[in-house]
């Protein structure tokens, strides 16, 4: 990993990381909820009515994504896929689309890799939808400052989203919350450069044409609206994806007005929240996250724990890769 950026000094790191994914699980549970009550006001009243706050399988995979993360300390896939399907015998109501079932039952009849099987979805051509982007969170923050970021991401993707826009989706998600990582949030918010770096990364025309217009709709200061329907919203990576990422480029500042503008347009409303509330947890830290509302996410606790760990097991390999290239180079 590259050596840490000097930008992140007014939130630590430590709340980042539990900020990415404390705020995708709030992102997921509230947009849960908007699939059931999708007006703002009303919203507001029945999560303050709530005890628990629960989350979906996007925030179960990204749990599962850090669990893996933290005990191999790198990405591997079979320790992934195992990992992700444990967890799904453990809870499989936690509303799993159709995909990861059929992925599991076809690694344990046929003995093949999770890469394999997730090649053979879909006639062949493999998932393009948006569940290796929901749960990315873990792993951005992981490979916040790695130049193998990219690679990185599409890997873990690989897993159960073989198609090449499912892997790219993911990755440039990844470097959303990687770049949500390392600005300073008490600084302005570089809004060009940052999107400008995200129409680039993609390497899938499909992306990088609706990254292309995220820019393009901020520059135009088009209303919300507009953008949902532009973008899109479905389970479909490019069809999501770009639209969570809207709405926090649409509002860095505020954690809360970037989830209600993800969740209130409707479509995969869940998965938008996770995946723009990880980013915007990301840049402003644990802290920016309605107390209120983090306190209500079952499982809290455990969810801060593996967060910290992810934290603890980037520090330690970041030094032990800063001690080596030290000694490389003497």
């Known amino acids: 990993m590259a050596n840490r950026s000097a930008a992140v000094t007014s939130v630590s790191l430590e709340s980042k990381f539990l900020g990415a994914m404390v705020g995708s699980a709030v992102g997921d549970a509230i947009g849960e909820l908007a699939f ?19 989350y979906t399988d996007d925030t179960a995979m990204a749990i599962g994504l850090a669990e893996s993360l933290i005990e191999v300390g790198a990405l591997d896939h079979q320790h992934l896929g195992e ?21 599991f039952a076809q690694v344990e009849r046929s003995g093949l890799s999770y890469q394999e099987a997730a090649r053979r979805l879909f006639r062949g051509e493999g998932s393009l939808g948006n569940g290796a982007a929901m749960r990315i969170a873990p792993l951005g923050c992981f490979f916040w400052n790695s130049p ?9 993707a690989d897993v159960t989203h073989a198609h090449p826009v499912g892997k790219d989706g993911a990755a440039v998600l990844a470097l959303a919350v990687a770049r949500a990582v390392s600005l300073n949030p008490r600084q302005e918010f570089p809004l060009q450069p940052v999107v400008a770096e995200l129409a680039v ?44 990422v809207y709405s926090f480029l649409r509002h860095p500042s505020s954690f809360e007005e970037c989830l209600f503008c993800a969740v209130l347009h409707g479509g995969d409303r869940d998965t938008l929240g996770a995946m723009a509330c990880a980013i915007s947890g990301a840049y402003l830290g644990m802290e920016a996250i309605p107390e209120w509302w983090r306190n209500k996410i079952e499982n809290l606790r455990a969810v801060e724990n593996l967060a910290r760990e992810l934290w603890k097991k980037h520090e330690s390999t970041a030094s032990s890769e800063e001690g080596r290239s030290s000694r490389e180079q003497r």
């Open 201 to 244: 990364f993609s390497r899938t025309q499909t992306i990088r044409e609706k990254m292309a217009m995220v820019q393009a709709l901020l520059a135009e200061a088009a209303g919300t609206e507009a953008a949902a329907r532009t973008l899109g919203r479905t389970v479909a990576v490019h069809e999501s994806m770009p639209f969570a």
């Open 148 to 156: 193998q970021l990219y690679e990185q991401a599409s890997a873990s």
């Open 36 to 54: 059931h009550v999708p007006e703002r006001a009303r919203l507001e009243a029945l999560v303050e009515h709530l005890d628990i706050l629960r």
């Open 83 to 103: 990992t992700f399907r444990r967890n799904y015998r453990r809870e499989p109501w936690r509303g799993y689309a159709s995909g990861p079932p059929t992925l």
